[in-house]
Each structure stands twice: as C-alpha cells, then as structure tokens.
C-alpha cells in the first residue's frame, strides 16, 4: 500500500467571529468595535466563546507546521450556525486551502444546523459601554436593550450545507471517489429520507448530508451526519424549531431508529472497502461508544440524568456497528479526550474521542495510517496566546455589574484560562443546575482538611496527607474544596491530558482520598452529604485509572486489514 497522508481532526471548533458585525453598538477596544460575548454567559456554558478564532487559527497554524494537507471537521464548527459567523469561516478555510493546498471535510454537529427550516438564536454581547446587550435574530424580540439582524438566524437543511459546500459535502474536482448513501448524485434531492413522530402524525422528508469520500489513494473517509431531528408529537408550525426534538441529546441512540439506511451504508462500504484494500476511518459528530468508557457511573447516582448521562450512547449501537464491519470512529461533541474499545465476535470497534478547541483540554488529533495500523497523536493548544481584547472586555464588564474579576482574566495562556473557566463553570453551572442545594451549602467554603475531619473525625487529614508522601502536607490541607472540585471536572474531561495540568502532589491527595472515603457508585447514595462525598471521592479512582492508562500518542490495529488477510 502507497503512503497515506496524515489527516487532521478537529472537533467542537465552535468558531466566533470577534470582528463581525451583527448588527449592535459594540464594546471599543483600542477604537475598534469587537463582539465579544458576555462572561456571565460564558461562566455558565461549558465552552468559551471569544476565545475560538484565536484557537482555531493556531490549529491551522499546527496543521502547516506540520505539513498536513487534510483535514475533518467533526461538527460544531461554528459557534450556534448563525449566517454571519458561518459566512465568516468559508472564508476562514477558503483562504487557507488557497494558501497552503488543504482540504476540508466537514461534518455537521447539532451547533451548525436545524432541521429542515433552521431556528432563531438569541445571544447576550457586550455593548458600547460594556453592559450587556442582547442580539436576536429574532425580529418579535426587538426592544430596548435587545437588537434583531437576520445575521444571527441558524439555517436548516440544505441551506445550511451551502456555506461550506466546498468541504465535502458536495463532490470536488480532484475526489476519487465519492459517494452518500443514497449513491453517487451530489444533490440535495437525491439525498432524502423520511421521519415520522411516535404517534405517526408528523411526517417530514428531511436531508441527510453524509458522505464518503477518497481524498488519496487507498484512503477512505467516511463522514457520517449522525444528526437526527425527530418530529414531536402535537401540533406545530410546519418545519418550525418546535416540531423537533434537538439532535443535541440524540445521536447514535436516535440514529439507529430513525436513520437505518446510514447502518446499511456502513456495512456495504465496510465489506468493499475489505475487498477493495482500502483504509477506512469513520466520522461523526457523536461517539459511538461511551467516551468515559464507564468512569462516570457516579454522576448518574449523585445527579441524575445529567447531559452526559443523556448523551452517552447504549451498548446496541456498539453491537450493531461492529456487526456492520466499523472498526475505528472518531467523534467529538462531549468535548472529551479518551479512547474506548468494544469487542464483539472475535471484532473490534474503537471510538477516539476527539477533544474541543474551546473547553479544556484544548486540542486535536493527527493521524498516520498504514497497512497494519493507525497512529493517533494528540496535539495541545494549552500554550496559546490570549487576545488581550476578550480579557479587557471581561473586566470591564465585572466593572460594569460591581462584580469581583474572575481569575480567567489573567492567564499565563490559553490553557490557564480553559482550566480557570473550569472552576468557575463549578460555581456558576454545576453547583446551580446539578448538584443538591443542601450539599454545595454544606461544602462551600470547607478545605480538604475539614471535609476530612467531617468524615473521618478530628486528626484525619494527617493520615491521608501522610499517604501522599508529601513534605509539605499543609498546603493540600488547606486545598479549597472548590478547587479540588474543579480537578475533579478537568480529570474527568481531559483524562491523560490533565495530568501535567493538575500538580502531582495533589493528584496524590485525590487517590488518597479516594482510597481512604471512596464508595462505589454501585453501593448507592442515602441522601445524606457525606455519602455523597464518599461516592463523589470514589470517583477520582476510576478518572485516575482512565488518565494513566492514556497516552499522548497511541496505536491501533487496522482489524480491517487483518480480517482481510485472514
């Protein structure tokens, strides 16, 4: 087999034009007018806004460094879909193809697309004196304080593709082959499926926008829209955002009842690409398998159907891809780093999670494929630069509501800051919208030291501390809970990647911790809160588990190619 080329995975870019204008008195910064979206938003979102462009761009930076000619983008790739910021990336990619001979593929997430009619979006920015306004492209909601532009509206399908119908979604000159799973036409017409709600009233006839390309020779990508937008019982505008059930929560789950003709797909393309001795990768936006490969079986028991909980996929769509002949997928749309496998009948199925550009870790894969195996290599954005712009708008709007600065707004680097939102994405989401009153009312404020002494009675810390091996074992006494919780959050998002983000002597304290109070999910919760810290503890083991068994750069069979020389 010929060379193959290296590709380029980028998940959950969710780029945000800082220079467009939708259409509102924006904050001045340095005489220019900038978009920069709120920090109240932003400490409620498990994403940053503002910071996209400038990750995205050193990205692509690393994709030339490095000489890769290819690249995917796992969905999400725009912030909410909205015209002008999907408008503003084609120009993005357009520039950079012309510059430096790349290609894009494309796949659409649940952030760039709406069924088949699109949705308004409302967002919060910062105005002319660094008070929050709000921008719609909703023309009902237009008012004091709120602005409408069509600017900010989120297409649906096929209008949404058009934008960015030069990165894979419709066939190119120089594609050696490419396909949808419907044959060979490139038309929107020629790719549609129909959908029904539960109850059988509402029907629609939508379009599926996957597809399977040859960008070199011998190497088959298949790109999956696992977008599924499911008609709700009831009575609704026809086509309107109302009528669906958001794809966000659905995925693989959804998808193998509403989208079975993308299973068979999978499985003929499998077979020929045995017969035919090309190397195949799967794509799509959601995992296939659960990308926390079962670490997070105390969320489910301390708060219940959490997003994560509903967007993990069941063990049936493992079954049923393996039976189909899938072996490696990529996905992103958890924003997680973490490699999971399934066996089934002597098969293997292995999904790589692919981390965002916007939340922490930030990061990508590069991928080198052979014969015999694939070699998927993480890199880091953690060392980027910050644009100073965001940050001066982030102060000037604390400033602005008489509220203290954040510590985000004065990071070393990008990764600083990622981590920095972390915790305040504890105070400001988790702890608000997860976690039970009585418990955060009961921890807040309390240091390791007290919490060990609430469990374990006066003196406990020395013994756990003592664990650690630690000279200086007051300064992980003295740890805020806070902090500790928001590690708990970074080890369960980043696993490998956080260990060299997280300081070791603490990493020692959360294995301590876990060992010395720690209980199994299984064991279950009796609402009180110091059973909720003994499962909430038992967790680090499993997150620690999964971070030392990763790796920056890992190998994987080709199965594909060894069944075929079987």
């Not at 989120?154 to 934008?163: R, S, T």
């Not at 109850?199 to 696992?226: C, F, K, Q």
């Not at 990768?281 to 028991?301: C, I, K, N, R, W």
């Not at 916007?358 to 052979?370: D, G």
Request: glycine content about 8%.
């Amino acid at each position: 087999m010929a060379d193959l080329p290296r590709i380029a995975v980028i998940a959950d870019a969710h780029f945000h034009d800082l220079e467009g204008n939708f259409e509102f008195p924006a904050i001045e910064v340095d005489g220019e007018r900038v978009a920069i979206r709120s920090w109240a938003d932003t400490r409620e979102s498990t994403r940053v806004f503002n910071e996209s462009a400038k990750a995205l761009d050193e990205a692509l930076a690393e994709v030339v460094r490095r000489d890769i000619r290819h690249v995917v983008l796992l969905g999400d790739y725009t912030d909410d879909g909205q015209r002008q910021t999907t408008e503003r990336l084609r120009a993005i990619l357009e520039r950079h193809e012309r510059e430096h001979d790349t290609r894009f593929y494309a796949l659409p997430g649940n952030h760039d697309i709406f069924g088949p009619k699109g949705r308004h979006h409302t967002k919060q920015f910062l105005g002319a004196n660094a008070a929050r306004v709000i921008v719609t492209s909703d023309g009902e909601k237009a008012g004091p304080g709120t602005y409408a532009t069509p600017l900010m509206y989120c297409e649906g399908y096929p209008k949404g593709l058009a934008p960015m119908a030069a990165f894979g979604y419709f066939r190119r000159p120089g594609d050696i082959h490419w396909e949808t799973p419907f044959g060979t036409s490139d038309k929107a017409e020629d790719r549609l499926y129909q959908v029904s709600s539960p109850d059988g009233r509402n029907s629609y006839t939508l379009m599926d926008a996957s597809y399977l390309v040859e960008p070199a020779p011998g190497l088959w990508l298949m790109m999956i829209d696992a977008n599924v937008f499911e008609p709700r019982d009831g009575t609704f505008e026809e086509g309107g955002e109302d009528a669906f059930v958001d794809s966000t929560g659905a995925g693989w789950n959804a998808l193998l009842r509403l989208k079975a003709f993308i299973i068979e797909w999978i499985a003929e393309v499998s077979a020929r690409a045995r017969r035919l001795g090309k190397t195949l990768l799967a794509f799509s936006h959601y995992p296939v398998l659960d990308p926390f490969d079962g670490a997070t079986g105390a969320e489910g028991v301390l708060f219940g159907e959490t997003n994560i909980a509903r967007r993990t996929p069941r063990e049936a769509v493992a079954e049923v891809l393996i039976d189909g002949g899938m072996t490696v997928h990529f996905s992103g749309h958890l924003h997680v780093e973490g490699v999971t496998r399934r066996e089934r009948g002597g098969r293997q199925l292995t999904n790589i999670a692919v981390p965002s550009l916007v939340a922490f870790p930030p990061a990508f894969k590069v991928v080198e494929s052979s014969a015999s195996d694939f070699l998927v290599e993480t890199i880091e954005l953690y060392s980027t630069a910050v644009d100073p712009r965001i940050l001066h708008g982030y102060r000037r709007e604390m400033a602005q509501l008489e509220e203290n600065l954040d510590p985000a707004f004065d990071p070393s680097d990008y990764g600083a800051l990622l981590k920095a939102h972390k915790r305040a994405l504890v105070q400001h989401r988790y702890f608000p919208k997860e976690w039970p009153k009585e418990v955060v009312d009961e921890i807040s404020g309390l240091t390791v030291e007290g919490v060990c002494e609430r469990l374990g009675g006066p003196g406990t810390i020395t013994d756990v501390v003592a664990a650690c091996a630690l000279e200086d074992a007051g300064q992980l006494a003295r740890l805020d809970m806070l902090e500790l919780i928001a590690d708990w959050y970074c080890l369960r998002q980043a696993a490998v990647l956080a260990l060299d983000k997280i300081p070791a002597p603490r990493l020692w304290l959360y294995r301590a911790l876990a060992e010395r109070f720690g209980r199994p999910p299984e064991s279950g919760w009796d609402g009180s809160t110091d059973g909720f810290l003994s499962i909430f503890f038992g967790a680090f083991d499993a997150f620690l588990d999964r971070a030392e068994a990763g790796g920056l750069r890992i190998r994987i069979e080709n199965a594909s190619a060894k069944e075929e020389a079987a």
